[in-house]
């Protein structure tokens, strides 16, 4: 069984320029460098008692922490309704000029209906803009799917560490600073720092798509925190 340390994690829905200064910020991070005796004053927790067994956080530090820092979970925006998503695939702006061709086209054939050309022109144009809709429609549709089924890597329990007794909580309720213990077939409830492991792997195959599991090692770091073996992700599975 693995023994780790839960890093600082804020789930917040970003948009494209908070998401890239988010990741400089996990790139920047200094927590998996540090001597765990510094690491232990960072986050203000308490690895061991005086006997050398885990000890972590008391029940009162991790409320405060929780209605500090929110769940470890991650948040969903609010989506719009299938109709107004395919209304929006069907209005893009070079689907808008089309549809006014299409428009043009039909008044066309009103001023001249003894020549079907302009109608015919313009059901094509009609034609070929609902069906690139339906076609992105489908796209954002299965991507969207991707992004939902990725809740099933996240486990609904973690055991932990507090006050030096062993329990299984709620993973929504971690925060940084507690202690967690993984072992192998567990799903990795937080974003933590390695303290013990015994030949423990992880496959980042949720993440990076890598194939190969990769080995973990409590005293092994690097500067990159996405390539350190130290460190194990949010989602990734415990081999």
Same mark, same amino acid.
């Given at each position: ?78 989506? =719009? ?8 695939? !069907? +209005? *893009?702006? /070079? %689907? ?5 061709? #299409?428009?043009?086209?039909?008044i066309?054939?009103a ?9 015919? =022109? ?8 609902? !069906? +690139? *809709?339906? /076609? %992105? ?5 299965? #991507? ?28 929504? +309720?971690?925060?940084p ?5 993984v ?15 015994h ?41």
């Open positions: 069984m693995d023994t780790v340390l839960k890093n600082k994690k804020k789930g917040k829905n970003v948009d494209m320029q908070e998401a890239v200064k988010s990741n400089e910020k996990v790139r920047d991070m200094v927590l998996h460098t540090i001597p765990v005796a510094q690491l232990e004053q960072e986050l203000e927790t308490k690895l061991k008692n005086s006997e050398g067994k885990w000890h972590g956080l008391n029940k009162e530090q991790a409320k405060v922490r929780l209605d500090k820092y929110g769940e470890n979970a991650l948040t969903e925006k609010k989506g =719009l309704p299938w109709y107004c998503v395919f209304a929006q695939e !069907l +209005t *893009g702006f /070079f %689907s808008l000029l089309l549809w006014f061709g #299409s428009l043009l086209c039909f066309g054939y001023l001249m209906p003894s020549d079907p050309a302009n109608l015919y =022109l313009g059901l094509v144009l009609a034609g070929v803009v609902f !069906l +690139t *809709g339906c /076609f %992105s429609y489908y796209q954002t549709s299965k #991507s969207a799917s991707l992004m939902a089924q990725f809740k099933n890597f996240i486990p609904p329990k973690a055991v932990a560490v507090r006050n030096g007794e062993v329990s299984e909580i709620d993973a929504k +309720t971690l925060v600073g507690d202690i967690i213990k072992k192998g077939g567990d799903n990795v409830p937080a974003d933590i720092r390695i303290l013990q492991s030949e423990m792997k992880v496959s980042n195959a949720s993440l990076t798509g890598e194939s190969e599991d990769l080995l973990r090692l409590a005293d092994v770091s690097m500067k990159n925190p996405l390539e350190s073996p130290n460190l194990a992700f949010f989602g990734t599975q415990c081999t």
